[in-house]
């Protein structure tokens, strides 16, 4: 890689020696002018992917904003796929650090919670470098701009959608009882804030709504996943599930696909792209954090003068940071009117009608009290 950055270096100082020897008298003061006034930054950018791209997720989301920035004349743009493996792991911390001592960057680029430390390390050897880490939190360094996504506004449209859509009987599949399940990761703050806005929006819908809400306590355990949601849909007569937890809730998928008794909603990407048809089939839709938006969405502050380094920015609806899968099965299965429910549920946050609470950094009981309220 450094031979690599050296050539890329040597490259950048040819062009503009050519350009420095080849000007010309011929430009009038207007002229310069003009092309001061027309001149824009176009910022050099750099992607690194702890993983591959073809994720159809964080990763391919993220690529396909950068690539519109670009198309705009916006940015230069390098992504680096630096694998998933353990053995790949080993590797992050030197990718960081090759491309930051390149010194070629005004901002460098990663994401997900398994970047954090690595990115801390890196950015206090080089304060003078600008990062974005999206989708996390965790540290707070004058140099790093950390993006987060509001899942309770999330969670909210979701539990919209989940509670008009389960006693839709015109939808084959679905059963007369008002009963839909949230499988989540881990009883933790970030999962209990989809869960919150969830049980808040599915009330709106249906104010006799009940929510079978269950834990895997893993993010790896979709056999555990299957289990419960066997249960929530035999016992409990769930026949919508929301699976908030990682490859876990691939799980609660095979179980509404075995039981022909039940459909899917995914989480964070579009999973009817990542299932196999069988499973694609049986999910209605997902819920996004739309990272390539976001990505915008910062470009177009820097521009504008705003910087959001050395800060947690919570990005919802009205930055484009959320929002649901509205084609495929979302719009071939769901009724007009349930239609009409999320998009006004979608109008209502991005104009601050509605104000969802979160879990994240709540004190009181109030989500595991609202949990219960509505245990079936």
Request: charged share 20%.
């Amino acid at each position: 890689m450094k031979k690599l950055l050296s050539m890329l270096l040597a490259s950048a100082l040819t062009v503009s020696m050519l350009a420095g020897c080849g000007g010309s008298k011929a430009n009038t003061d207007a002229d310069n002018g003009a092309a001061a006034d027309n001149e824009k930054k176009v910022y050099k950018v750099c992607n690194l992917v702890n993983g591959t791209l073809g994720d159809k997720s964080f990763f391919d989301s993220a690529q396909a904003g950068l690539e519109k920035l670009k198309a705009d004349g916006r940015i230069d743009f390098t992504t680096i796929e630096m694998g998933g493996t353990t053995e790949d792991q080993a590797k992050w911390q030197g990718y960081l650090e090759e491309v930051s001592a390149s010194g070629d960057y005004d901002l460098i680029i990663c994401g997900t919670y398994q970047m954090p430390d690595y990115l801390k390390n890196v950015s206090e050897m080089y304060p003078d470098q600008k990062y974005l880490i999206y989708d996390d939190t965790t540290h707070q360094l004058p140099n790093v701009a950390n993006l987060s996504y509001a899942q309770n506004d999330l969670g909210y449209l979701v539990g919209v959608y989940a509670g008009a859509m389960t006693t839709e009987t015109s939808v084959e599949g679905m059963n007369e009882d008002a009963v839909v399940g949230f499988v989540g990761g881990v009883d933790s703050p970030v999962i209990n804030d989809f869960l919150y806005g969830f049980i808040l929006g599915a009330q709106e819908s249906n104010p006799d709504i009940k929510i079978d809400t269950r834990y895997v306590n893993s993010y790896v355990d979709p056999a555990k996943a299957k289990e419960l949601a066997e249960s929530m849909i035999n016992d409990k007569k769930c026949d919508i599930i929301w699976g908030v937890a990682g490859n876990s809730g691939n799980g609660a998928a095979e179980a509404a696909l075995e039981t022909g008794k039940a459909f899917f909603i995914g989480v964070d990407s579009d999973q009817e792209l990542t299932f196999s048809p069988e499973l694609a089939a049986i999910t209605l839709t997902s819920g996004l954090k739309n990272i390539g938006n976001s990505l915008i969405w910062f470009f177009d502050e820097w521009d504008a003068g705003v910087e959001h380094f050395g800060q947690h920015t919570l990005l919802g609806m009205k930055e484009g940071g959320i929002g649901v899968v509205t084609d495929k099965n979302y719009d071939s299965k769901t009724p007009e009117a349930v239609k009409e429910k999320v998009a006004a549920a979608i109008e209502a946050i991005s104009s601050g009608d509605v104000v969802v609470p979160t879990a994240i950094g709540n004190q009181t009981d109030d989500v595991q009290q609202l949990r219960e309220s509505v245990k079936p």
